[in-house]
C-alpha cells in the first residue's frame, strides 16, 4: 500500500500541473489577483513540446559497444576555454511560472548575441527570483522582467528596488505580448516606489531611442492598431538625476527577439524590437558606467550662521512633471557663487508650487527638466502675477532636450502673452561679470550639433516685462555641469564653463 501511494501522489501533482499549465496557456484566471481576467490580459503563448525519446530499438537490433580510442593526456599547450563574459543582465522570475517570465525562453539570449556581434560587446545574464536580488547593482547591474500577469512587490521589496535603482541599478520591465495587467501593474509599483518621480512617457528625443539606432519612427505589428495608430516608439521611464532608471515597455519586445510570428499580437515589428532592445541594453549599460562615477557627489549644507536676509536663495518651482532633473547642482553653483562674490547663500532650496502663498517670499525662481509639460490654468495666473511684480525665472532645458525647450516655451507665451523671448549678444553685462564669457566648452554630444566644435558662444535668452528681465532661459543644459557629471548623452556646456555662466547670471539677477 505505501507504494501505491508514493506513486499516486506524483501522478495527482503531475495532473495538476498539467491543468494549471492547460488554464495558463488558455488565459483562465487561475490565481486571485493574477490580471488574467482583466481587460487587455494576453495570455502567454503555448510552450513547444520537448519531443518524445527515440523508441526503443527492436529486439533484433543489435549494438556492439566496442571501445572508445585511448583517451589523449592534455598537454599544457592545448587552448583553454574562454573565459566566461560578465553577467551584466539578470531575469526575473515570476511566482506564476515559467510561462509568465520566460514564455520566450531565447528573448534576452538572442539580444545579447546581437549586442556582441554589433557592439563587440560580450555580456552574460542569470534568472534569478527578486527575493535572490542583491540591493548592491555591482552584483546584478540590469534587471529584466517580462510577464503577462501582474507584477507585485511587497513592501520591503519595494524598499530594495528603490534602494538598487538608486545605487546604480536599472530595471526593463516589458508586457509580454503588449498585456495590459502586467503594463499597469508595473507603473503601479514604480509609482509607488518613487512617489516623487512618477512613471512618464518618454519623448522622442530622449537618448534611449537614439544610443544605438535612431528611432525617430517603428513599425508595429497590426494588433497594436487598435491600442495606438502613430509610429513613434513608445516606451515610459523613472528618470533620476538625469538617468532612466526604470524602463517600461507597453508593447512587446521580447517576441521580435525570440520570434513568434503572429500579427495579431500586440508587439513591435521583429526588426524594431530587436533595434529598441538595442539602443535599451546599450544605454543601460553605458549610464550603468556613468554612475559608478558619478556615485560621489556632495552636498553643501547651510552653515548655521547665515540667515535668509541679504543672502542669495532659490526656489525650485514644482509642477506636474519631471520637475527636479538633479538634486545638488544647485548647492554646488551656490558654493561656486559664495567663493567668486563673497556673497553669502542660502545651499538648501526651497521648492514650491507656482500656486505656493509663500512665491512671493523667494526673489529668483529655478525650473527645469527633461519632458514635455503643460501648467495648468492657476500655475499660468500665479507665475504671470510673479513675474510682473518684480519676480525673477531662472529656466533651462536640462541636458539640452528638445522637449522641455518645447513646452517651456509654449508655456511662457500663455503666461506672457505677447511677449517673446530675445538672445542676448556678445558683450551683455551678464556675460562680463564676475567672469568674463565668450565663448563655452560643450560636451560631445552637443559637439555634433556643431559640426564638432569643442566651444560655442553662450545662449541666453530673456523675456522682459516693463524694461528689466523677467525670464532667463537656457536652452543648453548646465545642472549636470553644476554637478560636474554630464552624462555622455547630455547636450550641456562643460563644467567649468557652465559654473561659470551660472554664477553670472545669478550675479546680474542680483543687479537688475
Given at each position: 500500500?505505501?507504494?501505491?501511494?508514493?506513486?499516486?501522489?506524483?501522478?495527482?501533482?503531475?495532473?495538476?500541473?498539467?491543468?494549471?499549465?492547460?488554464?495558463?496557456?488558455?488565459?483562465?484566471?487561475?490565481?486571485?489577483?493574477?490580471?488574467?481576467?482583466?481587460?487587455?490580459?494576453?495570455?502567454?503563448?503555448?510552450?513547444?513540446?520537448?519531443?518524445?525519446?527515440?523508441?526503443?530499438?527492436?529486439?533484433?537490433?543489435?549494438?556492439?559497444?566496442?571501445?572508445?580510442?585511448?583517451?589523449?593526456?592534455?598537454?599544457?599547450?592545448?587552448?583553454?576555454?574562454?573565459?566566461?563574459?560578465?553577467?551584466?543582465?539578470?531575469?526575473?522570475?515570476?511566482?506564476?511560472?515559467e510561462q509568465d517570465w520566460n514564455a520566450r525562453p531565447n528573448d534576452l539570449n538572442n539580444l545579447l548575441k546581437s549586442l556582441k556581434g554589433m557592439a563587440e560587446v560580450d555580456y552574460d545574464f542569470e534568472a534569478k527570483s527578486f527575493a535572490e536580488i542583491d540591493a548592491d547593482p555591482d552584483q546584478n547591474p540590469i534587471l529584466y522582467r517580462s510577464g503577462h500577469y501582474h507584477w507585485s512587490l511587497n513592501d520591503e521589496e519595494k524598499k530594495k528596488l528603490r534602494e538598487y535603482l538608486l545605487r546604480g541599478g536599472t530595471i526593463i520591465l516589458n508586457a509580454g505580448m503588449g498585456s495590459k495587467p502586467f503594463y499597469d501593474s508595473a507603473i503601479k509599483v514604480?509609482?509607488?516606489?518613487?512617489?516623487?518621480?512618477?512613471?512618464?512617457?518618454?519623448?522622442?528625443?530622449?537618448?534611449?531611442?537614439?544610443?544605438?539606432?535612431?528611432?525617430?519612427?517603428?513599425?508595429?505589428?497590426?494588433?497594436?492598431?487598435?491600442?495606438?495608430?502613430?509610429?513613434?516608439?513608445?516606451?515610459?521611464?523613472?528618470?533620476?538625476?538625469?538617468?532612466?532608471?526604470?524602463?517600461?515597455?507597453?508593447?512587446?519586445?521580447?517576441?521580435?527577439?525570440?520570434?513568434?510570428?503572429?500579427?495579431?499580437?500586440?508587439?513591435?515589428?521583429?526588426?524594431?524590437?530587436?533595434?529598441?532592445?538595442?539602443?535599451?541594453?546599450s544605454y543601460a549599460s553605458a549610464m550603468r558606467n556613468w554612475t559608478l562615477e558619478n556615485m560621489k557627489k556632495t552636498r553643501f549644507e547651510d552653515a548655521k550662521q547665515v540667515s535668509v536676509a541679504g543672502s542669495m536663495n532659490i526656489a525650485q518651482v514644482i509642477y506636474d512633471g519631471e520637475w527636479k532633473t538633479r538634486h545638488v547642482g544647485l548647492s554646488v553653483l551656490l558654493s561656486q557663487y559664495n567663493v567668486k562674490t563673497g556673497v553669502p547663500v542660502k545651499f538648501s532650496t526651497k521648492e514650491l508650487r507656482m500656486t505656493d502663498p509663500k512665491l512671493f517670499d523667494a526673489p529668483v525662481l529655478y525650473l527645469t527638466g527633461h519632458e514635455s509639460f503643460t501648467l495648468k490654468p492657476d500655475e499660468i495666473t500665479a507665475l504671470r502675477n510673479y513675474l510682473t511684480h518684480g519676480g525673477l525665472l531662472i529656466a533651462e532645458a536640462?541636458?539640452?532636450?528638445?522637449?522641455?525647450?518645447?513646452?517651456?516655451?509654449?508655456?511662457?507665451?500663455?503666461?506672457?502673452?505677447?511677449?517673446?523671448?530675445?538672445?542676448?549678444?556678445?558683450?551683455?553685462?551678464?556675460?562680463?561679470?564676475?567672469?568674463?564669457?565668450?565663448?563655452?566648452?560643450?560636451?560631445?554630444?552637443?559637439?555634433?550639433?556643431?559640426?564638432?566644435?569643442?566651444?560655442?558662444?553662450?545662449?541666453?535668452?530673456?523675456?522682459?516685462?516693463?524694461?528689466?528681465?523677467?525670464?532667463?532661459?537656457?536652452?543648453?543644459?548646465?545642472?549636470?555641469?553644476?554637478?560636474?557629471?554630464?552624462?555622455?548623452?547630455?547636450?550641456?556646456?562643460?563644467?567649468?564653463?557652465?559654473?561659470?555662466l551660472g554664477v553670472n547670471i545669478l550675479m546680474y539677477s542680483s543687479t537688475r
Open positions: 500500500m505505501k507504494s501505491v501511494v508514493s506513486g499516486y501522489v506524483p501522478l495527482m501533482f503531475a495532473s495538476f500541473l498539467a491543468v494549471m499549465t492547460a488554464l495558463t496557456v488558455c488565459g483562465a484566471h487561475i490565481f486571485d489577483g493574477d490580471g488574467s481576467d482583466e481587460a487587455g490580459f494576453v495570455p502567454p503563448p503555448p510552450r513547444k513540446e520537448i519531443p518524445p525519446p527515440p523508441a526503443n530499438m527492436a529486439g533484433g537490433e543489435t549494438f556492439i559497444p566496442y571501445p572508445p580510442p585511448p583517451a589523449t593526456p592534455a598537454s599544457r599547450s592545448e587552448k583553454k576555454n574562454p573565459p566566461k563574459p560578465p553577467t551584466m543582465f539578470t531575469k526575473l522570475t515570476s511566482q506564476y511560472g514604480l509609482n509607488e516606489v518613487f512617489p516623487e518621480a512618477p512613471v512618464r512617457r518618454l519623448s522622442p528625443d530622449h537618448p534611449i531611442f537614439h544610443a544605438y539606432y535612431s528611432l525617430d519612427r517603428v513599425n508595429y505589428r497590426p494588433g497594436v492598431r487598435s491600442l495606438f495608430n502613430g509610429n513613434e516608439p513608445w516606451l515610459d521611464g523613472v528618470t533620476i538625476d538625469c538617468r532612466t532608471v526604470a524602463i517600461v515597455s507597453r508593447f512587446g519586445m521580447e517576441v521580435g527577439w525570440d520570434p513568434l510570428e503572429d500579427d495579431a499580437i500586440i508587439a513591435y515589428e521583429p526588426e524594431s524590437a530587436q533595434q529598441l532592445g538595442m539602443n535599451i541594453l536640462c541636458c539640452g532636450r528638445k522637449a522641455f525647450d518645447v513646452s517651456f516655451r509654449e508655456n511662457m507665451a500663455r503666461v506672457l502673452p505677447g511677449t517673446s523671448f530675445s538672445a542676448l549678444r556678445s558683450g551683455h553685462p551678464l556675460f562680463r561679470m564676475p567672469n568674463d564669457i565668450s565663448s563655452m566648452k560643450v560636451t560631445p554630444a552637443l559637439a555634433k550639433s556643431y559640426n564638432n566644435a569643442p566651444a560655442i558662444a553662450p545662449q541666453v535668452l530673456t523675456i522682459e516685462v516693463d524694461g528689466n528681465p523677467a525670464v532667463i532661459y537656457s536652452p543648453i543644459g548646465m545642472a549636470g555641469a553644476w554637478e560636474l557629471s554630464p552624462n555622455k548623452y547630455c547636450n550641456s556646456y562643460l563644467e567649468d564653463d557652465a559654473l561659470k
